[in-house]
């Protein structure tokens, strides 16, 4: 059996060549949706971004420290105490900054969850794809089999069971009936 030449003339670094073009795609999807974050969001992702560090849980607890530091040396030396204790005006501060950060990181999850969705759903088309190459293969070797003379024909259940093709309603369906047995006590 001669291969043709147009598989003859494919160079050895014909798949480093599609792993290439695969990470190309990849980057350039990432940077689609950069593209696509406006500048409040960019500033919004930069601010999550800082507030995520262990640098600003360090900044926080020194900012309390000096508060409450300040407050006792000021009563001490006799001086206007600003935010005597229980320290109101901190717990304010402290409460308003805890609900910008939560807003700031719901946010972004917000958007990294629209982002993963995207993702799955990408990852769920080309798991499609690849399980319909992969029945058609197993259809074209299986046939292949049967017409060769010099290859002993034999019965293979689960090559056939392969090379039926899988219903994507069907396998939904029957995680939905598994999930909800599942959830039964």
């Known amino acids: 059996m001669r291969l043709s030449t147009e598989n003859q003339n494919k160079s050895p670094d014909e798949p480093a060549h599609q792993v290439d073009k695969n990470i190309e795609s990849i980057l350039a999807f990432y940077k689609r ?33 000096l508060w409450i530091l300040a407050n006792t040396m000021a009563k001490k030396m006799n ?26 990181v719901l946010i972004k999850q917000n958007r990294l969850a629209k982002f993963e969705e995207q993702r799955q759903h990408l990852e769920l088309q080309v798991n499609l794809i690849t399980e319909q190459k992969t029945t058609k293969l197993i259809n074209l070797i299986e046939e292949l089999r049967r017409d060769l003379p ?34 039964e006590p």
């Open 79 to 104: 001086w206007p105490v600003f935010d005597p204790a229980p320290f109101f005006w901190l717990q304010g501060i402290i409460t308003l900054c805890a609900l910008l950060i939560t807003t700031i």
């Open 33 to 65: 949706e950069e593209q696509k974050l406006g500048h409040p969001q960019r500033i919004l992702e930069y601010a999550s971004n800082f507030v995520g560090r262990p640098f600003f849980l360090g900044t926080i607890l020194l900012f309390v420290a």
């Open 150 to 183: 010099m290859v002993k024909d034999r019965d293979d259940p689960e090559a056939v069971a392969f090379q039926q093709p899988i219903n994507p309603d069907q396998v939904l369906s029957a995680l939905h009936e598994h999930g909800e047995t599942d959830e």
